[in-house]
C-alpha cells in the first residue's frame, strides 16, 4: 500500500542494466535477443516465446527408441541429453544377449575406444577375471556417453539419463546387473552404493524376464582406497551366487 504506485519502469531497467555493466554483466547469454527496455508484460511474453517450458521439453524427449538396435544409434546420435557435450561418445560394448551387464557413470578421461580403457580398466578387467568373466562376454556401458567436463553426472539431467539407463536395461534384460559406482547406482536403483550394497535388487521386464542387481563400487574409487576392495570381493561373490544376500 505505501509503495509509489507510478513506478517508471524504463528507467528502472536502465538503472539495472547500468548496475549489471558496472559490475562487469554486460552480455545477454541466451540464444535470442532480449528487449530489455519493453514493458514488463512483453518481457514475459518474449521470456515465454525464446524458452520453452519445463514440461515441454520432458515431453519432448520421453520417446525413446524401443528396438534395441535404433536405441544403440540414438544413444550416440544428436538426439541424446549429452549431444552438445565436448569429446567423443562411447557406445555400450559386449554382446547383446550377454547374461551379465555392468553399468558406470560415464567414460574415464583417457577412454577413447571403450569404457574403462585404462589403469581403472586394468582393474575392472581382473575383476572380470575374478569371477570367470571378461569384456568379450560381458555387456558394459555408461549413464553418460560422454564425458561430463567435471567427470560427474550433471544433477540436472540425472533423473532423464536414470530413466535411458533404465530403458537400456530393460532392452537387454539381462540375468545380473552390475551397477559401480553411485551414479550408476542412483541411475538404475535411486539409491546411493552404501545404501543399495549387500543385497540383491530385482527388476521385472515386460517380456517377463527378471534382473538381478548389484550394487558395488567404481574401480575408480577402489584404486584411492585399496582397503574398499574386500567389500567389492563380497559384492562380486553375491553377484555369482557364491555367498547369500
Wanted: glycine share 8%.
Amino acid at each position: 500500500m505505501g509503495a509509489d504506485q507510478n513506478l517508471d519502469w524504463t528507467k528502472a531497467a536502465a538503472s539495472a542494466l547500468d548496475w549489471w555493466h558496472d559490475a562487469g554483466v554486460d552480455v545477454v547469454v541466451g540464444d535470442e535477443g532480449f528487449a530489455w527496455l519493453d514493458s514488463a508484460a512483453q518481457q514475459l511474453a518474449a521470456r515465454q516465446a525464446v524458452r520453452p517450458m519445463a514440461a515441454e521439453v520432458a515431453r519432448a524427449g520421453d520417446a525413446l527408441p524401443g528396438d534395441a538396435a535404433a536405441f544403440a544409434a540414438w544413444r550416440v546420435g544428436e538426439a541424446a541429453p549429452e549431444a552438445r557435450w565436448g569429446g567423443g561418445a562411447i557406445a555400450a560394448s559386449g554382446p547383446a544377449d550377454a547374461e551379465l551387464m555392468v553399468f558406470v557413470d560415464c567414460p574415464e578421461r583417457d577412454d577413447r575406444e571403450l569404457l574403462m580403457e585404462g589403469e581403472v580398466g586394468r582393474l575392472f578387467e581382473r575383476m572380470l577375471a575374478a569371477i570367470g568373466r571378461t569384456r568379450a562376454d560381458t555387456a558394459l556401458a555408461s549413464v553418460c556417453v560422454r564425458r561430463p567436463t567435471t567427470g560427474r553426472v550433471p544433477r540436472d539431467i540425472e533423473a532423464r539419463l536414470g530413466e535411458i539407463a533404465r530403458h537400456h536395461v530393460a532392452l537387454a534384460a539381462p540375468k545380473r546387473l552390475l551397477v559401480m559406482g553411485d551414479a550408476a547406482s542412483r541411475a538404475i536403483l535411486t539409491m546411493n552404493v552404501a545404501d543399495a550394497r549387500g543385497r540383491f535388487h530385482t527388476l521385472n521386464h515386460k517380456n517377463g524376464r527378471v534382473t538381478q542387481v548389484v550394487a558395488s563400487h567404481h574401480p575408480r574409487f577402489l584404486l584411492d582406497r585399496p582397503t574398499a576392495k574386500a567389500e567389492a570381493w563380497k559384492d562380486l561373490l553375491l553377484l555369482t551366487g557364491e555367498v547369500e544376500s
